[in-house]
C-alpha cells in the first residue's frame, strides 16, 4: 500500500481469535472476497456443527484501526477415520489482500491448532500460496480426497513435524470434510 506521496505503506495485522461480535465482521469480510456468498455459508455452517467447529481454531486479523480484514478457520475432518482439521474458507477484504493479511490470520491459526496438539491439516487451495506455511502436495502423504482434484491444489501439513519422529505416522487415506462443505 502506498500513501499519497507513493511511499510505500506496511501495515501491522494484529490477530486474535474470533469472538461473537466479530460474525458479522466476518460474514462481510468473506461475502467481500468471493464471487458468490457460498463462502460466508459454509463459515456459518461450520460454526452451527458442533463435530466440526472447535472453539479458538477461527481466527481474524485486524487493520490499525481495529477493523477486521481477514478470517480463517479451521475445522475438524478426518482422513480414514482419524482426526484432522481442514483449512478454510480463508478470507481477506479485497482492499487488505496483498498485504500480509492472509498470511497473518492463517499463521495464527495454524500456531493456535499447533498449541492444542492438533497434528494434521488439508487444504484444497491455491498451490503457490500455501506451500509459504509448510504445506505440501497431500498425495505424498497418502492422502486423497473421494473427488477429482488438481494433485497440487491439495495440500497436508504436519504441524508437529519437528517432533514427528516421536510421534505415530501421520493418517494416510481419503478425506471426510465436514457436510458445510457439500462433498
Known amino acids: 500500500m502506498a500513501n499519497e506521496y507513493g511511499a510505500k505503506v506496511t501495515t501491522v495485522w494484529t490477530t486474535r481469535a474470533e469472538t461473537s461480535q466479530d460474525l458479522a465482521a466476518i460474514r462481510s469480510v468473506t461475502e467481500a472476497a468471493f464471487p458468490t456468498p457460498d463462502e460466508a455459508g459454509i463459515v456459518d455452517a ?18 490499525e484501526d481495529g477493523q477486521v480484514a481477514g478470517h480463517a478457520v479451521l475445522s475438524r475432518c478426518t482422513v480414514d477415520g482419524s482426526p484432522a482439521l481442514v483449512l478454510g474458507p480463508c478470507s481477506v477484504t479485497p482492499a487488505a489482500q496483498r ?11 495454524l500456531d493456535a491448532a499447533r498449541a492444542t496438539g492438533e497434528r494434521l491439516v488439508v487444504v484444497l487451495g491455491h498451490p503457490n500460496y500455501y506451500p509459504r506455511f509448510g504445506f505440501v502436495r497431500a498425495s505424498l502423504l497418502g492422502i486423497r480426497t473421494s473427488f477429482e482434484v488438481p494433485d497440487e491444489a491439495l495440500m497436508a501439513l504436519d504441524l508437529q513435524a519437528e517432533r514427528a519422529e516421536q510421534r505415530a ?6 478425506i471426510s470434510y465436514p457436510p458445510a462443505f457439500g462433498v
Open 169 to 174: 505416522p501421520l493418517p494416510q487415506g481419503v
Open 46 to 63: 461450520l460454526r452451527a456443527d458442533p463435530t466440526a467447529w472447535i472453539p479458538g481454531l477461527s481466527h481474524v486479523c485486524e487493520d
Open 99 to 109: 498485504q500480509g493479511a492472509g498470511t497473518a490470520v492463517i499463521r495464527a491459526v
